[in-house]
């Protein structure tokens, strides 16, 4: 049978550890388990991956609110601005979610990453 097979499986698993370790050395975003934000009384709008798409699309805030995207896909899915870096989470897993307090108004266009026919807007007044 020979080593090739071992190697092979040696190779695919030291490269799934990195993978692993890679995505949760990301100190810059802070991700929590599944939360659920039912009212938008508090500021915050609540935007669910699902699907391979965001739901709903577009969200209409004030300065100051936030954001929370959850990802109820067995994919990992990304939110990330389609210019600038105002909106950059990382590989969001199932169940996990992504928040930003928005401060400035403008309207604000994300895509995810691996897959960027998903898209969305928050737009800030």
């Known amino acids: 049978m020979g080593k ?10 030291v490269v799934g550890i990195i ?15 599944e939360i659920s934000f039912e009212s938008t009384e508090l500021g915050i709008y609540k ?5 391979f798409d965001y739901s709903p699309r577009e969200v209409r805030i004030q300065r ?17 601005s389609s210019s600038g870096n105002e909106i950059d989470s990382p590989l969001l897993g199932l169940g996990q979610n992504y928040s930003k307090t ?24």
């Open 4 to 13: 090739f097979p071992i190697i092979v499986a040696i190779v695919v698993l």
């Open 19 to 33: 993978s692993v370790a890679i995505f949760y050395m990301n100190d810059n975003v802070e991700i929590h388990e």
């Open 47 to 51: 935007v669910n991956i699902q699907n």
């Open 64 to 80: 100051g609110e936030s954001v929370v995207w959850t990802n109820k896909d067995s994919v990992g899915h990304t939110v990330t």
């Open 102 to 125: 928005f401060t400035e108004a403008g309207e604000y266009s994300y895509y995810c990453s691996p897959h960027p026919n998903m898209q969305g807007k928050v737009i800030v007044s």
